[in-house]
Nanobody
Framework: QVQLVESGGGLVQPGGSLKLSCVAS????????MSWYRQAPGRQRELVALITGPSSTQYSELVEGRFTISRDNAKNTVNLRMTNLEPEDTAVYYCRAALILSSNVPADYWGRGTRVTVSS
């Protein structure tokens, strides 16, 4: 059974940095796209960044220049390096993977999220 597990969230002061990681495991043949979304209280979930293939990336204009997404295909891992964090970045961050299962069936999975709080 496929699982996506996020880690790295926490409390950080404005201007600080955090690195989130997400590991996908269980019955995966390949992963096409890995992405990070976030959902702040009272707001809709929004795309933060995605990476397709080895290095094709896309960012929300709200984070471009401050966040960097990367992946390690050998480890089925995606990372999100967040710098110069702002209180507006406070949210639960979710990992998402568009993948091919071992049975050759395409599927889409979400992690349970990791909370990021930016506050002094």
């Amino acid at each position: 059974q496929v699982q996506l597990v996020e880690s790295g969230g926490g409390l950080v002061q404005p201007g600080g940095s955090l690195k989130l990681s997400c590991v996908a495991s269980g019955g995966i043949r390949s992963i096409k796209t890995m992405s990070w979304y976030r959902q702040a209280p009272g707001r809709q979930r929004e795309l933060v960044a995605l990476i397709t293939g080895p290095s094709s990336t896309q960012y929300s204009e709200l984070v471009e220049g401050r966040f960097t997404i990367s992946r390690d295909n050998a480890k089925n891992t995606v990372n999100l390096r967040m710098t110069n964090l702002e209180p507006e970045d406070t949210a639960v961050y979710y990992c998402r993977a568009a993948l091919i299962l071992s049975s050759n069936v395409p599927a889409d999975y979400w992690g349970r999220g990791t909370r990021v709080t930016v506050s002094s």
